[in-house]
């Protein structure tokens, strides 16, 4: 467990203060429980991929899953794939014939995990659509899947998230869920200065703010801020 941990977790991910109380988190609820093929794709993607640490993180994973399983989700969007860490988990979460739509421009990135996904079984509750994802989500609402899907999982480029809420306000059912990665961005949106040339690029933790003051002054949804991960964002749709 230690060695998973140092190999996974060497750029730390968690806004908790102690890192040490991130890896009790870890090592006591979420390792434990983490299926053993997404313990899987979280290895490949670190041993194949240069920015490994920018995939969903476990504990935000667990969360994740949890919601999907309360809310029976079946139809369900994701933004932003990556090596397809969420993805897998939202196909192991779901029923069998479940669907969702994963949209991401990178399909190489996907393709590393593309492999576990197959073995998992689950690949054919899957429509992977490699390009931006707005002319995606203006094509759904096109081909009449207004107020359709149950679940949504956004962890793309930031400063296109209020576009892809509007959309998904559309989209998504009366008490659907949409869940926001990043929201926090590192602690960053609460810090001043400039923060360009870092992982905290000044005009991403700029949209990242912008996002979090609509969604706290959106009445179409309710809302749960969470320092989960990276800080997650749940909402309910409630209008």
């Known amino acids: 467990m230690e060695k998973d941990f140092q190999k996974t977790f060497t750029v730390p991910r968690g806004l908790l203060q102690s890192q040490e109380l991130y890896k009790y988190i870890l090592e006591t609820s979420v390792f434990p429980r983490e299926a053993e093929l997404l313990k899987e794709l ?18 935000a994973g667990q969360l994740l899953s949890m919601l999907l399983k309360l809310t029976n989700a079946k139809k369900t969007i994701e933004i932003g794939v990556f090596t397809g860490y969420s993805l897998l988990l939202t196909a192991l979460s779901t029923a069998d014939d479940g669907k969702i739509v994963a949209i991401d421009v990178d399909r190489e990135s996907y393709e590393i995990g593309r492999p576990i996904i197959k073995k998992a079984g689950v690949e054919h509750k899957i429509d992977f659509v490699e390009s931006a994802a707005l002319p995606v989500l203006d094509q759904l609402l096109e081909q009449g899947n207004a107020d359709s899907f149950d679940f949504a999982f956004v962890d793309a480029d930031k400063e296109n998230n209020i576009n892809y809420h509007e959309r998904l306000m559309k989209l998504l059912k009366i008490g659907g869920i949409v869940v926001y990665d990043n ?57």
Not at 42 to 59: F, L, S
Request: some cysteine; proline content about 4%.
């Open 42 to 59: 979280r290895e490949v993607t670190a041993a194949k991929h240069p920015r490994a640490y920018i995939g969903t993180t476990p504990d």
């Open 183 to 239: 929201t926090l961005w590192g602690g960053s949106v609460a810090m001043a200065g400039d923060f360009s040339g870092t992982v905290y690029t000044t005009r991403t933790r700029d949209s990242t703010i912008e996002l979090n003051k609509m969604l706290a002054a959106d009445n179409r949804i309710e809302i749960s801020h969470l320092p989960v991960g990276d800080g997650v964002t749940i909402c309910r749709r409630i209008l």
